[in-house]
């Protein structure tokens, strides 16, 4: 990995996109720190002086510390993954949009991201919303005027607005996915808590505590295991062979050949863990809009809501966090086999072998290679679903066991996002340097 970052800054043009990358993340860095107008900011580190939990702590934890601070960039990029969530659904059911989405070709995808782009504001203005009533009865705002209330979610929209924008400079002009390098970026920059809540462990008010160094070492252990294990996933692939015989291509007779379909054991990467948790926790957003005090009521919606938030809270009954940690996981394999089929389309892949006079040995071209790639991809979709899913709902159940590793819940699903990303990253990097080296070798 090193010797490609090396690399990456002695070709000019890989270099131009790093750099560019780096530009636009010290950018969203800056914006997690501008407090978005109308917020009495020393009434806010009253406010926040216990910490955040919940809905609340996972929006901090994927914006970098930006929710705590109330600053521009505080809903951190949910509402669009929402929205992109939502469109791909909508996708699957309406039939013009299915149409716009196949075979749109360039123009259908720009029409798609302009959907996406406009119910991205939506929500944004919904959850801002949100956002203001719930916090309106904690005093952090200067007054309860129309003009504070309109200064404040119009900051929150413009700051999504702003991250949206940013995610797609990365993608189109640097390197790696620009959503998932703003949420990587987020989640690094909690590490030093994460250091500090392990220190804390062991160095407590009262001295050296033997069981907190062995507790700090199993979370050691587990964080070095958890990596091993999601670096084997990301990287394992099945390698599908295909012959291709002797053919004619214009005047030149080209030769039989031997190449393999490598077919990822966790093709989703993981965009399922962050499909999922936007999805599990959008509910809470909602329901803090029309009801107030809702963490603190009992009935319907303050289950559903208790219910939605059991993902990252550490204060919700062991009840609801089962029964969330068990749809949570179902969401988890769902989206994986949903992203996977959406990136990778059998019956296309099948069409082209047999184009180019190509076949899987033992298996007759058309709909029974179709068959053979769709069975394949459903085991490997699977197990690597159930894989991420596991990972994510462990840490979930393990705070609450004795002594509390609440401090850590997050942890399976940060190392799965921060390892899946760069991952990801490093290997986009690895095709642009590949891809100069190829093109500066023919211009040779």
Not at 117 to 132: H, N, P, S, W
Not at 185 to 206: A, K, Q, W
Not at 262 to 278: C, Q, R
Request: glycine share 10%.
């Amino acid at each position: 990995m090193f010797k490609t970052i090396k690399n990456a800054f002695s070709t000019p043009e890989v270099r131009k996109k790093v750099l560019y990358t780096l530009l636009l993340i010290v950018i969203f860095r800056l914006g997690c720190y501008i407090s978005v107008p109308g917020v009495d900011t020393i009434k806010l580190n009253e406010a926040i002086s216990g910490g955040t939990d919940g809905i609340a702590g996972l929006i901090d934890m994927i914006s970098g510390g930006a929710f705590s601070r109330f600053s521009l960039f505080a809903m951190s990029i949910t509402p669009y993954i929402t929205a992109s969530i939502v469109i791909q659904l909508l996708g699957m059911i309406i039939p013009s949009l299915e149409k716009l989405t196949k075979e749109g070709g360039e123009e259908g995808k720009k029409k798609i991201n302009r959907y996406t782009k406009l119910l991205t504001i939506v929500l944004a203005a919904v959850e801002a919303i949100g956002v203001y009533l719930s916090y309106r009865s904690s005093g952090i705002f200067v007054n309860d005027s129309f003009l504070t209330a309109a200064m404040v979610v119009g900051g929150l929209i413009a700051g999504t607005s702003i991250l949206m924008w940013l995610g797609e400079q990365i993608t189109s002009k640097g390197i790696g996915n620009g959503i998932s390098i703003i949420i990587l970026v987020g989640i690094i920059s909690r590490l030093p808590y994460g250091i500090m809540n392990v220190f804390n462990m062991i160095i407590t008010p009262d001295g050296f505590s033997t069981t907190g160094l062995l507790m700090a070492l199993g979370v050691l252990v587990g964080a070095i295991l958890l990596v091993a294990g999601v670096v084997f996933v990301q990287q394992a692939e099945r390698k599908v062979p295909v012959q291709y015989s002797k053919r004619v291509v214009g005047r030149k007779m080209v030769g039989a050949q031997n190449t393999h379909i490598p077919l990822k054991l966790a093709m989703a990467g993981v965009m399922p863990i962050i499909f999922a948790s936007s999805f599990m926790t959008f509910p809470a957003m909602i329901i803090q809009i029309f009801i107030k005090d809702i963490a603190t009521q009992t009935g319907f919606w303050a289950g559903v809501y208790k219910f939605s938030i059991a993902t990252s809270s550490s204060n919700v009954e062991i009840g609801y966090s089962i029964a969330n940690a068990l749809v949570y996981l179902l969401l988890i394999v769902g989206f994986t086999f949903f992203y996977t089929y959406a990136t990778f389309n059998p019956a296309e892949i099948s069409n082209n072998i047999k184009q180019n006079g190509g076949f899987i040995p033992g298996i007759r071209a058309g709909k029974p290679t179709t068959d053979y790639l769709s069975s394949i991809i459903s085991k490997l979709t699977l197990f690597g679903g159930f894989f991420l899913a596991v990972i994510a709902i462990i840490p979930m159940l393990v705070r609450f066991l004795p002594q509390g590793f609440g401090n850590i819940a997050f942890g399976g699903t940060s190392i799965l996002i921060v390892v899946g990303v760069a991952l990801e990253t490093v290997q986009q990097l690895e095709s642009q340097l590949v891809m100069r080296h190829y093109k500066g070798f023919l211009e040779k």
